[in-house]
Structure formats: C-alpha cells, structure tokens
C-alpha cells in the first residue's frame, strides 16, 4: 500500500510512475477522497469538542437551585442530543470514507523505482547477464512431459483423474528428484545465513491482504470453502506474515528467511504451450526466500537475494539468464524485480524459474510491519521475496537439458551421490 502522505504531496510525479505501469490509477481521485476524509475528522472533532463544552455547561447548571438555571439546562440537553444523531451520522460517513479510501489504495500497485526501465510488456526487460551455454543436441530435444512420460516418472493422466487438469503425479526417480532439490536449496539458502521456517500451508484474508494478493487478485487463489481460509499460492504470504503488527528492532535486521510449501494458484487467464507440463500447474512445489531489512539496506539485500537463487541454478549447472523487469511486466506489489529464466531447449528460448522482488515499504503498510532505529522512530521495514527456486520448473529444466537420445536423463553432478550417472 502506497503512503496517502506521499501522494498528496507529489500527485504528478505519482501519477506519472504509475502510468507507466498496466493498468488506470487515477492518483487524484485518492488524493480527494482523504482530503474529504480530513475534513470529516475535523467536523466531527469540532461537534465533539461542543458537545462536551455543553454537557460540562448542563453539569454546572444542574447543581445549581435556580429554574432559570434548570430551563436552560434542559434545552442544552436539547442541544447534545441534536449534535449527538448528528454526530453518529457524521461518524458513520467518515468510516464509509476510510473503508473506501483503503480499498482504493490495496488496489493501487507499488511505485516502480527510478531504475527500472519504463515499457508496457516483456519486450522492454533488460537483460543483466547471462551465464552458461545451452545444450547442442544432435537430435530433436523432447519436451520434458514427453521425457517424464516415456520414463514413468510424470503421470498427468492419473493427476487428471485424481484431481483435474494441470496436475501432476510424480512417480519413481521424478518424485525423489523433486524432494532431492528441496533439500538441495533448503540446505544451500541455510548455509548462506536463511533461517529455514516451515509455515502453514494455508492462511487467512488479514495475511492473503497484507502481501497483496487480496483484494486485486482473488479470482487467482483458491478459497476453502466454509472456513475462509486459502491455500498459499506461495510461502511468500505465510512467511512475511510472521512479522504482521510487530515492531522489531533494528538490530535484529536483516531477518532471512528460507521456506518450503506447496503452492496453490487458479492461474486465471493462462492458456497455450505453459499450461502443458510442469511450468503452470495448479499445485507445484517451491522453496522460497524472504527478507525484512532497513529502507537503506534493501536495494543491496535485493541483489544478495537475486544472487542466493542463482546460486542453485549454477550448482545445477543449468544455463540462465537474468533480467530487469520493465514497469509493464512487473507484479503488484514489486518496486523492482529480477527475473531469472532457466533455458528450455524444448520451447528453443529462456523461461521464467524465479522472479525476485524489493517491495520498498509496500507490504509492511499493508502488514503494519515497522522496526524501531536508534533514534527511537518507528519505521516500516522493507521486504523482499523470491523464489529459491520453482522445484516443477527446475525437474522440466533438468529433463530437457540433461536428456540424451535414448530418452534418458544425466544427473547433475550435485546430486551424483544420491542418484548415480544416470536417473533410473
């Protein structure tokens, strides 16, 4: 959630940066509306003020003996019930104000930061670097449902039956790899200074809002019916959400995160080649990487967290690319976002594994989430998210870089000592 403060005092250069980004947000239509909202406290404060000068009146007049007195009293009292019903109509309006001026401003995405290259779609990305070269075949490289099929470890038909389309079922040496490299990058993040958190896999409304996923994109998770909870569509929510109306201490910043869930997301809107296989499922593994520092940390802790996903990828010896998100491309909540893409010699191009985010102070507003510096000055923290990586996407991408023409699959050699050579 953007600071009301700072939009009201820069209300062109706000609503300049955010029409960079997809979408209408009309800055002066808030900015209005909490003008209305101001003026509404101070009539209700000035009704209040005279109705307590009032009662103080009705009290002195009433210990007096005099009629006079009493009369006048008695049409004080006239007076106070008056500026009382007005006084609840006046409250009333003033909370039908607040409670829209906050839905307006959960649905307003982040400000992008000054560094972030200005464009409409992925077209105008910027690519950071490059590491690794893919694979050359001297076949057709197969596509890693086709390999996990023709292998017996990628069962999307029993997925189907189970549950429905854009499920998987892993079977045999697919479903140990899957648990392999969650260890693998749980184990990776912790020594790097994560503390690993196991959290629960399903979370309320309070914790769905305060990491923006709610209210603006609801139709994307899953609801439990009767009970109000939804599925995590990522341990970003849970975990972020541990800190939720807290007051740290600055020294206790950075806090680094490390966490596994299974991930649930409706996927509203997706189509074509991505919903095959194992790149947009329904229900898909990820461990992921989250950060709570100072205002002034956080852009560095940015490029330290973007460099603790790569780490994985490089273990892996698996060829990627990074890139720095245009306005356009950018997610809600982000200020600014790398996206790392592993290459997918199936689709002949480089496909999104991690996407990570520095939120600025966006989602501590949202989670009442501050820290205390040493000057004793409450402040919101800064948080920052990403994937550590996607495990589906990183099975797809080991199947369709390691393959050989036989249809089997060379194990990276992090991970010789649990499989051997070959995946069998």
């Known amino acids: 959630m953007l600071d009301i403060k700072y939009l009201a005092q820069n209300q062109k250069e706000a ?86 001026l906050r839905d307006i401003l959960l649905r307003i995405p982040n400000l992008p930061d000054s560094s972030v290259p200005i464009g409409k779609d992925e077209t105008a990305n910027k690519q950071v670097r490059k590491i690794g070269t893919p694979p050359k075949f001297d076949f057709e490289p197969k596509a890693h449902w086709d390999i996990g099929e023709k292998a017996g470890v990628l069962d999307f038909a029993a997925a189907a039956k189970i549950s429905g389309a854009r499920f998987t079922v892993y079977k045999g040496w697919g479903a140990r790899l899957e648990r392999a490299l969650i ?38 998770a899953f609801l439990v019916a009767n009970n109000g ?12 959400n541990i800190h939720r109306d807290e007051i740290l201490k600055e020294d206790m910043l950075p ?62 010896e698996l060829p990627y690319r990074v890139s720095l998100l245009c306005t356009g491309d950018m997610g809600f909540a982000s200020q600014k976002t790398y996206d790392i893409e592993v290459w997918m010699p199936s689709y002949g191009k480089y496909v999104e594994i991690s996407s990570c985010s520095n939120f600025g102070d966006f989602q501590a507003r949202r989670a ?41 699959v060379t194990v990276p050699k992090v991970l010789r000592k649990i499989f051997g050579e070959i995946f069998s």
Do not use: W
């Not at 101001?38 to 009662?55: C, G, P, W």
């Not at 948080?383 to 797809?396: K, Y």
């Open 15 to 100: 609503n300049k940066r955010l029409a960079t980004r997809n979408g209408d947000y009309n800055v002066d239509a808030v900015v209005a509306m909490d003008i209305k909202r101001k003026e509404l406290i101070q009539e209700v404060e000035a009704l209040k003020s005279k109705r307590n000068q009032a009662s103080a009146k009705i009290a002195q007049l009433m210990r007096s003996n005099g009629a006079n007195e009493k009369a006048e009293a008695e049409k004080l009292k006239d007076s106070v019930k008056r500026e009382g019903d007005k006084l609840k109509e006046l409250d009333g309006t003033l909370s039908e104000v607040e409670s829209a």
């Open 183 to 220: 260890n693998l990058m749980l184990d990776t993040h912790a020594t790097a200074g994560y503390t690993e958190i196991l959290p629960p896999f399903m979370v309320n409304r309070d914790s769905m809002t305060g990491t923006g996923q709610l209210p603006k994109f609801e139709e994307d």
């Open 229 to 240: 909870y939804f599925l995590a569509p990522t341990a970003e929510v849970p975990v972020t």
């Open 255 to 316: 806090i680094s995160y490390t966490a596994y869930t299974p991930c649930f997301r409706a996927e509203a809107g997706s189509a074509g080649r991505d919903t095959r296989g194992l790149i947009r499922q329904h229900q898909f593994n990820k461990v992921e990487l989250v950060k709570f520092t100072t205002p002034e940390d956080s852009a560095d802790a940015l490029e330290l967290l973007t460099g603790n996903a790569e780490k994985i990828l490089q273990l892996l």
């Open 368 to 408: 009442n989430i501050r820290y205390r510096d040493k000057d004793g000055k409450n402040r919101f923290v800064h948080t920052l998210n990403g994937s550590g990586l996607a495990i589906g996407r990183t099975v797809a991408a080991i199947m369709e870089n390691y393959q050989k023409n036989d249809g089997s």
